[in-house]
């Protein structure tokens, strides 16, 4: 046990430090929240670019494709560096913790080239395409086919929930090449251009009032045979390395956020009055923001043993497969204890540009995206304690 | 960067897992736990052989002189099997001597200690049951050379085993420590049976019990901070000993869930149980994370270790009970029995939950600590 950083990671560390000081932009006016609207889209993708200029965006990829070949222990670095300086995160998100490190695993040469340098400057904005309306938590019954026709498969059918759809211009997405065996086994990951002809992208409108999710129909879709990511058939496999990155870095951006949530929600204690008093003052509240600062710091600290683990074993420890479930769980709670603080103020659109009323609604989500809280309690019981399999 | 146990700090682990599952078996727990001290000299003097007893103590003053998270990896064992005795009272007070007491006086205690010939406790709370200091009221008047002890101590863990217990008293408005031996005159050591009877409790009268002025641990000017920084290296070690019976809790529920067999199946196949233990198991490792931290974090004289304790501790206390309460559950009848087992990690983690303070109490010290003290 030494947390204390080696001579390498001090200097990682201090010229990172170094440059989110001279950089970090000032906070983007309004509520933000869904990374894609409108202004705020282009203030992050603005953002990123520089990012990626300076080589801080994909730290851990291999530098021949724009990242630092930097370990995972920088990884968690750079992540309470980025929270210590307050910069905003990254909106390439989905490709940069999931679709980029899938390509780097198991993509070839010449996709490794035409698509991850345009990841890391968020020059072309990526969606994962896994989800469709009767294939949910069982993702690998999904019906979307694609038929091969010379040199190109050609894609029908329908996916749902994809997350930035409509301003993605590629698409990591499953379909099902062979019907004719078992359901794990004739799957297969393709890259797709979104702009190709016979893709529609339908918004819908969440709770939020936002629309962030979609629905894309692919009608007839030609999509070269060179853009299978991983081998026919064995697509499944492909998916779980995206959803075991999905595990592993979406904590890291995720902390950043949480952080900052919470600092906010402490200087807010501190202003609004109740009784004549600062609530902050108030016993019970009190006890409610410890529970939160407590809760957010013991993720911070199993992200970082995780990481730390990976690193030191490159294998993920058991400790991977709380955090889904830690950060979703303590961020409804994390919310719904804002609402206490802020008081009847809390749930206008006008206060704090209605950020806190997002998040409360939003929040809702954490605990069904990336894996439900029960798909999730199912994988610690059955692959991590060795139950037996209920399904 | 390592956030984990370091090799040698596995070994010594697995060391102690083997000794203790050696030494200190169930049946073991139980006989010592139907004594009126819950303690075995000899299983005491075994630990002393492997050095536990002195740990973290100075090599100069008999100790292996390791470090925070050295002792934790050992003491996560001692929660493994639910080890009775004074060990976590005896480490609280040899912490304060660490730090409070002069050359000689190190010497005079933590030999012994160290070498498993003396084993001690803190006298802190009274009446009020407040872990805060500002709460200790308890009278050390000075009479000419000495001082003179009047007034009662509660919640004193392992009095009546304790060759030296350490009293936190007040003299004017300053706190001061003074050893009494036990046998002193004027002393009356009482058992007050509680919920664990594995680690018993004990109130303490002090009828005039003179201390003479020389023998206060009076080496620092810091006294209210050395209190401070011993009872956080004890509470990390409760901490850690929180853990490991977590994990025994855990370790035996899936273990049951997995023979167990109701409507033709193992009951570990249900959701419904499934979820219990996958909870059992994300509680288990939070724990972990904050332990580990709060230990590597104390060990490095940290600014933040205050502020790392109090999170692990408000977490474990909670934490502790709450597997306690899944395990039970997961058991149905058998589990709510005598006979087996997990009463006896049932009853210690709720013991361990009030002791150096619960989660409220802790909740308090961090609210402090992120709310108030804004730089
Ligand atoms: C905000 C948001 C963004 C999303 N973004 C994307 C995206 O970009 N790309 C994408 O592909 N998908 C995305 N999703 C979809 C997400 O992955 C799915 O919603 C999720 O996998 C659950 O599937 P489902 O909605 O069909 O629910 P279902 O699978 O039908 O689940 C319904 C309920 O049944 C429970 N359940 C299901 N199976 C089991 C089981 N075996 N054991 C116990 N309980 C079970 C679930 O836990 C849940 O409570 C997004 C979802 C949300 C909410």
Redesign the pocket.
Known sequence: MDLNLNPDELKFRDELRVWLSANVPAPFAGRGGEEEKGEHFEYLRAWQKKVCDAGWAGISWPKEYGGRGARLIEQAIFTEEWARAEAPQLINVLGLSLIGPTIISVGTPEQKQRFLPKILSAEEIW?????EPNA????ASLGTKAVLDGDHFVVNGQ?I???LAHVADWCLLLVRTDPNVPKHKGITALLVDMHSPGVTVRPLRQMTGDSS?NEVFFDNVRVPVANVLGEVNKGWSTAITTLMNERAHLGTGIYVQFKRNLDLLLERSRQIKRGGKPVSEDPVIRQKIAQAYMELEIFRLTNTRALSKMHNQSVPGPEGSILKLQWSEYNQRFQQIAMEVLGPAAQLHGFDDGQWIFNYLRTR?NT?????S??QR?IVAERVLGLPKS? | MDFDLSKPQKLLQQSAREFFARACPPEKVRELMATGTAFDDALWRDMADQGWTGLIIPEEYGGLGLSLVDLIAVVEEMGRACLPGPFISTLWAASLIARAGSEGQRKQYLEPISMGEMKATVALLEESADWDLDAVSMRADKDGKSYRLRGRKEFVNDAAVADLIVVVARSGEDLVLLPVESGAAGLTITETPAIDATRKLYSLEFEDVEVPESSALAFTTRIREAVEEATETAMVALCAEMLGGMEWTLATTVEYARTRQQFDKPIGAY?AVQHQCADMFLMTESARSAIYYAAWAMSEKDPLAGLAGAVAKAYCSDAAREVGNRGVQVHGGIGFTWEHNLQLYYKRAKSSEILFGDAGYHRNAIARKVIDEVE
């Not at chain 1, 949910?136 to 993702?139: A, E, L, R």
């Not at chain 1, 069904?368 to 439900?372: L, Q």
Request: proline share 0%; glycine share 12%; charged share 15%.
């Open positions: 969606c994962q395409g896994f989800s949910g938590s069982d993702v996916k929930w994809t997350s999710f989500a069904i995206e990336a894996g439900t029960e798909i199912n399904y | 959701q």
